[in-house]
């Protein structure tokens, strides 16, 4: 891999409220802008490696940094090796657990490990991985919608090509769910695939009840019905449902991955790279899938998983919603439906005139 190389001279974090076209409405609350972590590696070479992780809320921002600011120190001096630092890290947190603040931390320097060996070898990370940059389907993803508001918005994702739309329930009752649902049917067509999600907003036997109703619209899938940890409950869900059922954005690396298979909590994964370990938890995980055959798709962070999709055996959908577009050089753009992944690395780089204008710290 070419990693023994590079040697580790400093890790770097910094906080940003990234703008957002529009809020992420969804029906346990509303994000209004993107609190991100921009993680930077140098290596004593002269060659660096990028990152970012999504924080859900400004609140998580100084603790991501504090927490990889600390992490620094053990690191300098080490070579850029993720498997090799992966397992360095698990010694270092096994008694405290993988999970939240943690598990991002450690996702996103694993993300910044592989995009460092990637642009010390000039090439895009899905080539390292044995892959080529390849235009994949990609579905365009609405919070929730009003339907006489955003249909302009909508139908212009349908005429740039989009050929699947994304759109949050789940903040009223059955009725408002079924007067959504078939005004966005209506404006798109039957053509193009229609996805919605509760984002975990309700209860097995309520899940079962509305999916019954929505079941008339042709839905290629219902994202997390229920509690994210309530693999039970997604089985009991799925069995009753004539929609299909997707989860996994809110799997814990590869082993809860592991968890919700055996339980048969789904028919689709949703891999979110910063909750699933980075590059190489993804790897673990989109073999698990193939042996499973589960489909795949991606969970935000488009720029990164572009590059994991073109290489996972199952390739479904990657996810078109751009956080981080706002602090990049060069925002990945769509075309035609469709993002292709590019390089050297992840293809990031950052703006820092906008990266200062939307410091967090």
Known sequence: MGDAKLTIRDVTARAVLAP??????????????????????????????????????????????????EMAPELKGKSVAPVERRRDFDRRFRLLGWQGLVGMAVSGLDMAFWDAVARTLDRPLVELLGG???????????????????????????????????????????????????????????????????????????????????????????????????????????????????TGENWWFPRDMAKAIAAGASDYAMLDIMKIGGVTGWLSAMGQAEAASLPVSSHIFIEASAHMLAVTPTLHWLEHLDVAGAILA????????????????????????????????
């Open 20 to 69: 957002l076209k529009q809020p992420i409405r969804t029906a346990v609350g509303t994000i209004p802008s993107a609190p991100l972590v921009l993680i930077d590696v140098a290596t004593e070479e002269g060659s660096s490696g990028h990152s970012y992780i999504f924080g859900y809320t400004a609140a998580a921002l100084a603790p991501l940094v504090r927490l990889i600011d």
């Open 330 to 361: 060069e925002p990945y753009q769509p075309a035609g439906g469709k993002v292709t992944a590019r390089g050297p690395g992840l293809g990031l780089a950052w703006d820092e005139a906008a990266v200062r204008r939307y410091s967090a710290s």
């Open 132 to 246: 080529s940059p390849a235009p994949l389907p990609a579905y365009d993803s609405y919070g929730i919608v009003d339907p006489k508001a955003d249909e302009k918005a909508i139908l212009a994702s349908v005429e740039a090509g989009f050929r699947a739309i994304k759109i949050k329930i789940g903040d009223g009752d059955l009725k408002k769910d079924l007067t959504v649902v078939a005004a966005v049917r209506a404006m798109i067509g039957p053509d193009v695939r229609l996805m919605v999600d509760y984002n975990q907003s309700l209860d097995p036997v309520e899940a079962r009840r509305r999916i019954a109703g929505l079941a008339d619209y042709d839905l290629h899938w219902v994202e997390e019905p229920v509690r994210a940890e309530d693999l039970h409950g997604h089985a009991q869900v799925r069995a009753a449902s004539a929609v299909p059922v997707q």
